[in-house]
T-cell receptor, first 116, second 114 residues
């Protein structure tokens, strides 16, 4: 089974509108972390937001929020008030494991295009 | 400013040639990683290192080699045994053993076959 599933290869959103990018994950580890990264066309990976498995509240960072539904194993990224600069690939990732090495697994990404 | 520097930005490899991608960080992170990214795919782990002089194979280590002689440096060699090396390579670092620590990435190296 895929550890991280992003089912939306591409998304369009009108400028100033909100958009939700889907991510589901699979782990049997009770302790894990979920991350979203943005990758513009230039290639660098930019960390956006983090959610811990034990966090009671959804994470927020400026215009980014994470809709964390633990029972459904989903961690959707919500971008409010989309801007043209938000056009990029977005990757969901999970860090799991205890002790020594903690494996990080990435989804295949969602390409977001913001329309003026 | 602290960060990760990858060089070169673009690299071309001839048949039968080994090439080395550089990755340097000044974030004082113990853990470093190399990922390969192909179009339409996520990042796949090649090698990782949690401490100087120690490194482990990731999911797609065949045809690659690494060294970790200094905390700041984690170079990746793409050997002639890697038959399909054309890809975008990303180096990352993080604090180890903490689920809440994100990885910090360099700007990547694009490798192509001549």
């Amino acid at each position: 089974a895929q550890k991280i599933t992003q089912t939306q290869p591409g998304m369009f959103v009108q400028e100033k509108e909100a958009v939700t990018l889907d991510c589901t994950y699979d782990t049997s580890d009770p302790s894990y972390g979920l991350f979203w990264y943005k990758q513009p066309s230039s290639g660098e990976m930019i960390f956006l937001i983090y959610q811990g498995s034990y966090d009671q509240q959804n994470a927020t960072e400026g215009r980014y929020s994470l809709n964390f539904q633990k029972a459904r194993k989903s961690a959707n990224l919500v971008i409010s008030a989309s801007q043209l600069g938000d056009s990029a690939m977005y990757f969901c990732a999970m860090r799991e494991g205890s002790g020594g090495y903690q494996k990080v697994t990435f989804g295949i990404g969602t390409k977001l295009q913001v329309i003026p | 400013d602290g960060g990760i520097t990858q060089s070169p930005k673009y690299l071309f490899r001839k048949e039968g040639q080994n090439v080395t991608l550089s990755c340097e960080q000044n974030l004082n992170h113990d853990a470093m990683y190399w990922y390969r990214q192909d179009p339409g795919q996520g990042l796949r782990l090649i090698y990782y290192s949690q401490i100087v002089n120690d490194f482990q194979k990731g999911d797609i280590a065949e045809g690659y080699s690494v060294s970790r002689e200094k905390k700041e440096s984690f170079p990746l060699t793409v050997t002639s045994a890697q038959k399909n090396p054309t890809a975008f390579y990303l180096c990352a670092s993080s604090l180890p053993r903490a689920h809440n620590q994100p990885q910090h990435f360099g700007d990547g190296t694009r490798l192509s076959i001549l």
